[in-house]
């Protein structure tokens, strides 16, 4: 062991022992740090079982985008690409999580990786709508849906990304007139809303479509909010798995990456495995209600219970530089900026 006692020792090795030792000592005791952007409690579980395996503690916080953790967890790649540009991320390009994550789904620069699927799907009102009835996102332009349609802020990230996809699959063109008959069958003074409060507008029948993130279904039913307001969701929504004889479902990603300058690194890194692992991605699907990126992780049973659908193989990374074009169709089409909630 190293001791510090000898009259001999420099002014430097004084320091080393007196200062750095004792706080590197007291920095391995503080936890390592996650955020979770849907509220803390459901990543819970998950971290709870990563701490029993590996010993280290950490702590979930409820951040959200602002990448103050030694861990950050980021919901769309539009996020993401962000986080990087501000330099909010250390590169962990690994050759053994590259070989688990497909290209499609991680940062081609090594500096996030996907870890968790979401669906922007179309849910319908199943008084209004037929099984089947919507088979694309293409079916939502169809004039005879005119008031029918709810709609969420064109700021919405997860907006925007899906828009983004529509240019890299079908140019700008053919995405404005989509974005233009949508916003047209939100009708004249629409209402916006988040996907939580589209879920109960057309859960009650206010609207007969909307688009959600379908985790956003398995939250409302992991709140309690059907027994607040009496119905069971499955009784009165479908999920329509859309373009599946076309370019698949849009998917968009839920990416983790590693604090730029964390002391925690290591530690960083050993989380960032255990959520890619099996087990990790198993967990994930049943607390967060997301699909894994692995072929090799089966989706939670709650999410299977919406049935099954082939995913949009675009590679996210196309997606960056379309943001200003998707933008400037919101504006021009008058799909508002902002919502109501
Ligand atoms: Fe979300």
Known sequence: MFRCRAAWISVALVAACVGTAPFANAADKEPLTVNWYHKAQFLQPVIDQFSKDSGIAVKVTDAYDNFDTDVILVSDYKSLTEAKKLGSFEEIRSPDLDAIVPARWRDRDGNWYGVMLRARAVIYNKAQVRPGEI???????????????????????????????MIVHDGYASAASWAKAVRDNAGERAEYSGDTGNIWRVAKGEFALAFVNTYYLCYEIAKGREQANGLKLADTLGVAWLDQDGAGQHVNVTGVGVRSGTARKDDAMKLVRFLLSKQGQALLSQNVFKYPVRSDVAPSALLQSFGSFRADELNLNDLELHYDEVDGIYRSVGWRAWQEE
């Open 135 to 165: 088979k694309s996102y293409r079916d939502l332009a169809d004039p005879k849906w005119r008031g029918k349609i709810a709609l969420r802020s064109a700021s919405n990230m997860y907006n925007r990304s899906l828009l983004a996809s």
